[in-house]
T-cell receptor, first 112, second 118 residues
């Protein structure tokens, strides 16, 4: 199982772009990279998933370099409501790995 | 999008009693569901993997006789905390992996159940 390393916490201001980088040096060929957001006393919410290069949806972008040993979640123009814990997960639920282990996540605090 | 529900959302019980938590996939079928436990300010800890029609696979250190898991159908998994004690108080979260995962290598999470054992 690929282990992930993220910054423990980050602070930013409303309206700024926030980039959270995750290291996953032993990512396997079949592994996907998935980011989740969690608010207190709620289940994690899917943000974005990718395999390589760049993925963009209505809430975020995910940048994955060619070696796939890291990934960066980019949140454009954050607001106070983006204050949450963000988890980077790496794994292959469909293939050989049938579970994914959560790392410690990044506690993002948005300031007014 | 895919929705996973949990019931109850919160429960308070006396020490020694058993508590059942239900996890349902509302608009998709899930052959695999996962149960997590989360303590305050901590990350989610995987407890077990629940597969429809077969025995659950427990993570190391998780007592299978204490945390009974039943995945009776493609839309329902239950976690029963038997003889609950105050140290079992935690936030329990389930997730479901759609049957037709295809390109969606993605778990859908329930809202969680807050268990408080007095």
């Amino acid at each position: 199982l690929a282990k992930t390393t993220q910054p423990i916490s980050m602070d930013s201001y409303e309206g700024q772009e926030v980039n959270i980088t995750c290291s996953h040096n032993n990512i396997a060929t079949n592994d996907y990279i998935t980011w989740y957001q969690q608010f207190p006393s709620q289940g994690p919410r899917f943000i974005i998933q990718g395999y390589k290069t760049k993925v963009t949806n209505e809430v975020a972008s995910l940048f994955i370099p060619a070696d796939r040993k890291s990934s960066t979640l980019s949140l454009p123009r954050v607001s106070l409501s983006d204050t949450a814990v963000y988890y980077c997960l790496v794994g292959d639920l469909v293939g050989r790995d049938d579970k994914i282990i959560f790392g410690k996540g990044t506690r993002l605090h948005i300031l007014p | 999008g895919a929705v996973v529900s949990q019931h109850p959302s919160r429960v308070i019980c006396k020490s020694g009693t058993s508590v059942k938590i239900e996890c349902r996939s509302l608009d998709f079928q899930a052959t695999t569901m996962f149960w997590y436990r989360q303590f305050p300010k901590k990350s989610l800890m995987l407890m077990a993997t629940s597969n429809e029609g077969s025995k659950a696979t427990y993570e190391q250190g998780v007592e299978k006789d204490k945390f009974l898991i039943n995945h009776a159908s493609l839309t329902l998994s239950t976690l029963t905390v038997t003889s609950a004690h105050p140290e079992d108080s935690s936030f329990y979260i389930c997730s479901a992996l759609p049957f037709l995962a295809g390109g969606g290598n993605e778990q859908f999470f329930g809202p969680g159940t807050r268990l408080t054992v007095l």
